[in-house]
Nanobody
Framework: QVQLVESGGGSVQAGGSLRLSCTAS????????MGWFRQVPGKERDFVAS????????STAASVKGRFIISRDNAKNTVYLQMNSLKPEDTAVYYC????????????WGQGTQVTVSS
């Protein structure tokens, strides 16, 4: 079992930056791919970014490409989402998730952290 806890959310002005953290307990994240997702009221949960367990090639949604960077520190059992040049449309609850590297499904999810971007 893996428990995930997000932190680092809050309120920021447009153009500002935040760094979200997701720390795992129960097991290490070795061999787990990690992803970030976000959800706004009345809409589906959207993919934001992902990173394989090896820390290699990352994937980023078109809406945040060039602004958000996903990274991980396996020694700390932590995954990060660096968010730069934030826009009001980035306002959402952000979730981290984990999937075993041989799986197609994100099995473990955090509780989410609120990010609010104002003009």
């Amino acid at each position: 079992q893996v428990q995930l806890v997000e932190s680092g959310g809050g309120s920021v002005q447009a153009g500002g930056s935040l760094r979200l953290s997701c720390t795992a307990s129960g097991r290490t994240l070795m061999r787990y791919d990690m992803g970030w997702f976000r959800q706004v009221p009345g809409k589906e949960r959207d993919f934001v970014a992902s990173i394989p367990w090896s820390g290699g090639s990352t994937s980023t949604a078109a809406s945040v490409k060039g602004r958000f960077i996903i990274s991980r520190d396996n020694a700390k059992n932590t995954v990060y989402l660096q968010m730069n040049s934030l826009k009001p449309e980035d306002t959402a609850v952000y979730y981290c998730a984990a999937r075993y590297y041989m799986s197609n499904e994100y099995r473990y999810w955090g509780q989410g952290t609120q990010v609010t971007v104002s003009s």
